[in-house]
């Protein structure tokens, strides 16, 4: 290359880099290295790192479609297990495997039976997250306990550290009691953080709780919906619609005949006049 002043520029050369660099010769492919390194190209098996939740078949797509219904979270599920699933659009990611059977979205393709078995089997899983949370409540009054004494503990430890370090001489007897007592204030903090993790199981348990609450309600919904419409039931209605008619078909009997004869007509639990007052001059007024 010339410079400006019309004299050659040597550096670039001399430091081994030439106009091929522009024109993209010699170029570093970071990717063709890294290919290179691992000892070529990766087939499709070994690329795919992924596997179906249901068959655990290699796949590791994922759809818009393909959600948890409980938690909507996306889930891994192969062509093959989409077809074959027997409710359409329903899945379930690992945290909700044991609801596969019994928390569905849509609940108007099942039938009463498979209704009531779905609300009992979710009956059985609040009571046992109940009895489940009891427990997860004694262990948080552990942990506020556990939090009390490692404060006292390390208060005291201070304290102590204070009066040894401005005592000259120090007594070995001393500093193995120390140095138990960092000990056990170590134990107490395991401790406290197994309690922290219990705490945020069970507020994961709560709101695992929480949902099945709702389900439950919709179940409940939807079974008196169907028992209304059941065959066994559609005489109680057909009745009720029996009866109105009857009372309704005289009064419509009269108000019809005395419109066409202008005349004063009674029935069995109202009496038909002429008001001007009201829209169209009839009116009803009990007897």
């Known amino acids: 290359p010339v410079r400006a002043d019309g004299e050659t520029d040597t550096t670039a050369a001399e430091a081994g880099l030439n106009t091929s660099a522009s024109t993209g010769e010699n170029v570093l492919d970071p990717c063709k290295e890294k290919t290179e390194t691992m000892g070529g190209e990766l087939d499709a098996a070994q690329s795919v790192v992924g596997r179906c939740i249901d068959c655990a078949s290699q796949h590791d797509v994922y759809s818009g479609f393909i959600v948890c219904t409980v938690c909507r979270m996306p889930v891994l599920v192969c062509p093959s297990c989409v077809q074959s699933n027997p409710a359409q659009g329903e899945y379930h990611c690992s945290r909700h495997r044991d609801l596969k059977e019994l928390y569905f979205t849509v609940l108007t393709s099942f039938t009463l039976e498979q209704l009531q078995a779905q609300l009992a089997g979710l009956e059985e899983l609040v009571k046992d997250s109940a009895s489940h949370l009891e427990q997860v409540r004694m262990q948080e009054r552990q942990q506020r306990a556990l939090q009390k004494q490692r404060q006292y503990d390390a208060k005291r430890k201070a304290c102590m550290l204070h ?72 005489s109680s209605a057909s009745t009720n619609q029996a009866q109105c008619e009857s009372t309704v078909a005289p009064i419509a009997e009269a108000v019809a005949s005395t419109a066409a004869t202008g005349a004063e007509t ?22």
């Not at 406290?192 to 389900?215: D, F, V, W, Y």
């Not at 009674?266 to 007024?285: I, L």
Request: glycine share 8%.
């Open 163 to 234: 009066q040894k370090a401005s005592d000259s001489a120090t007594n070995p007897a001393d500093s193995a009691n120390m140095e138990r007592e960092a000990n056990d204030n170590d134990a107490l903090s395991a401790k406290e953080q197994t309690a922290e993790e219990l705490s945020i199981g069970a507020q994961l348990g709560k709101t695992r709780r929480r949902t099945l609450r709702k389900q439950i309600e919709r179940l409940q919904a939807r079974i008196a919906a169907l028992t209304v419409t059941t065959p066994g039931t559609s």
């Open 266 to 287: 009674s029935v069995a639990d109202g009496e038909v006049q002429y008001n001007p007052k009201t829209r169209g001059g009839w009116g009803f007024w009990k007897t």
